[in-house]
């Protein structure tokens, strides 16, 4: 077992709703319904409503923000979201199980910086997460995740991002 990070596109009303309702399990069921099986293999399916980075999120985190500044635009998909739920337990480093969201304009903006990522970075970035020594060990690398696999995830998470930000949607992420 082991930490796993979910997104969940939302309508900008619903979001609304939901931080207007303060219920947690109804927004633990939101959460959940219609969320597909785990995947047999390592890179999760592509879902309209859904994103399961499974274990993953870290090879996800490490490309967008391969030198971990703190002060990229990244940090807010994996670090530092705003819960959903105004509840003192967030503010105490409660992690596990709580909904954080990104408004309509902050998933417009990511997707938007997503696609900013110049192509003939990518097996630069790749090559910082895996600590390989030079652009050539990092392109010979044949075990899981390959910078294939990597590149498949971040495309996976970058259309992701667009489609809501295509709808004008939020986005709902928490780790469980």
């Known amino acids: 077992m082991g930490i796993y990070l979910s997104y969940r596109r939302v309508p900008a009303d619903k979001l609304s709703y939901f931080r207007s309702i303060q219920d947690p399990d109804l927004l633990t069921d939101y959460m959940h319904q219609d969320q597909p099986a785990f995947p047999d293999s390592p890179i999760p399916e592509p879902d309209p409503q859904h994103l399961d980075l499974d274990k993953l999120y870290p090879l996800v985190d490490g490309f967008l923000n391969p030198e971990s500044d703190e002060t990229s635009i990244f940090v807010s998909i994996m670090h530092r979201g705003k819960p959903v739920i105004d509840n003192p337990l967030?503010?105490?480093?409660?992690?596990?199980?709580?909904?954080?969201?990104?408004?309509?304009?902050?998933?417009?903006?990511?997707?938007?910086?997503?696609?900013?990522?110049?192509?003939?970075?990518?097996?630069?970035?790749?090559?910082?997460?895996?600590?390989?020594?030079?652009?050539?060990?990092?392109?010979?690398?044949?075990?899981?995740?390959?910078?294939?696999?990597?590149?498949?995830?971040f495309t996976d998470v970058r259309s992701f991002f667009q489609q809501a930000a295509d709808t004008g949607e939020g986005i709902l992420w928490w780790y469980t």
Do not use: C, K
Not at 92 to 111: C, I, K, M, R
Not at 127 to 135: K, N, P, Q, Y
């Open 90 to 153: 967030h503010e105490n480093g409660e992690y596990l199980d709580t909904v954080y969201f990104l408004s309509p304009q902050e998933v417009q903006l990511l997707a938007t910086a997503m696609h900013t990522i110049p192509q003939n970075e990518w097996l630069e970035r790749y090559r910082i997460i895996m600590g390989d020594e030079s652009i050539d060990e990092a392109r010979a690398r044949s075990e899981f995740p390959t910078y294939d696999q990597v590149i498949e995830i």
